[in-house]
């Protein structure tokens, strides 16, 4: 069985709690539905990361899936970190809020369920600076995932087997491809390079609106570079010279290949988008 820790404090339904002492009813409709939505916050030197900005895509989720929680969603957070400082100086919160507990299973809900809140800190495991430059490998795989890839939902499962599929032949990660367009890998936003130009997939309903990809794109800018957002096509893959990864945990990650194609590192466009984002923290 896998050990839960339980010097990390947890947030449950109103209380704060060690996280291995949380246990949730079957019949809640995270558990039986996929019926949630959840974000991923950082914090550096006790510092939340852009805590706004997911907090404004956790209300965009909430509001979509029609789940309406009481409590303050950025206490709750803020809370978290503060009560688990102990375990390092960069933290990542994970918060859930499923539909709630529900019974009998059946697809509609009912109308007065409450709202499951769960949420926990845990130190992230991330690559330095040097260990990033080694790049990480992409298999293109199809996108079977619905389509409001923009609420971010708990119902992860598609994402989960195209990383494993990925793994399994040799690669880092997935790059989701639905109908010949690239979206997204398995959990990060992408970017490519072409000379001064940095392209990315346009944020419709089809990819995360991340918010490290939001702040790249400001990076981009500050540093000179264009930034096109439009449609990518599987065929212009070979065309890029380069490609990087992000999201809220791994932050900026060069991609070295994709599928057969070696992309080159760019070490100077790594690095000064690196120092760029580090100046934000
Ligand atoms: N795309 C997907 C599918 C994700 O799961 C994530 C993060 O979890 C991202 C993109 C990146 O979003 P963010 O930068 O807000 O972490």
Redesign the pocket.
């Known amino acids: 069985m896998t050990n839960i820790p339980s010097n990390v404090q947890a947030y449950y339904n109103g209380a704060f709690l060690p996280l291995d002492q949380v246990s949730i009813s079957p019949f809640d409709r995270g558990f039986l539905f996929g019926d949630g939505v959840y974000e991923?916050i950082v914090s550096y030197d006790s510092k939340p990361f852009y805590l706004d900005?997911?907090m404004e895509?956790l209300e965009r989720s909430l509001k979509f899936c029609r789940i309406a929680p009481q409590q303050d969603m950025t206490e709750i957070v803020e809370a978290l970190f503060e009560k688990n400082r102990h375990l390092g100086n960069h933290l990542a919160c994970y918060l859930q809020i499923s539909r709630g507990v529900d019974y009998p299973r059946q697809h509609q809900h009912s109308s007065n369920v409450e709202p499951t809140i769960f949420g926990y800190c845990f130190a992230p495991v991330i690559k330095s600076f040097e260990d990033k430059k080694t790049g990480l490998s992409l298999k293109t795989v199809a996108d079977i995932r619905w389509l409001h890839?923009d609420i971010?939902a708990i119902t992860?499962l598609p994402?989960g087997l195209a990383k494993q599929q990925a793994i399994d032949l040799g690669y880092d990660d997935a790059l989701q491809i639905r109908e010949g367009e690239v979206k997204?890998?398995?959990?990060?936003?992408i970017f490519f390079v072409k000379q001064n130009t940095l392209y990315t997939p346009e944020s419709d309903n089809e990819?995360?609106?991340?918010?490290?990809?939001?702040?790249l794109s400001e990076i981009a800018k500050a540093e000179a570079l264009e930034l096109v957002e439009r449609k990518i096509f599987t065929e212009e893959l070979t065309e890029f010279t380069g490609a990087f990864l992000?999201?809220?945990?791994s932050e900026i990650t060069p991609i070295t290949q994709i599928d057969e194609y070696v992309y080159s590192l760019n070490e100077d466009l790594y690095t000064r988008l690196h120092l760029a984002f580090n100046a934000l923290k």
């Open positions: 991923v900005q997911h895509r890839c971010k992860l994402n997204e890998t398995s959990s990060g936003n990819i995360l609106h991340g918010v490290t990809r939001k702040l992000c999201s809220t945990i």
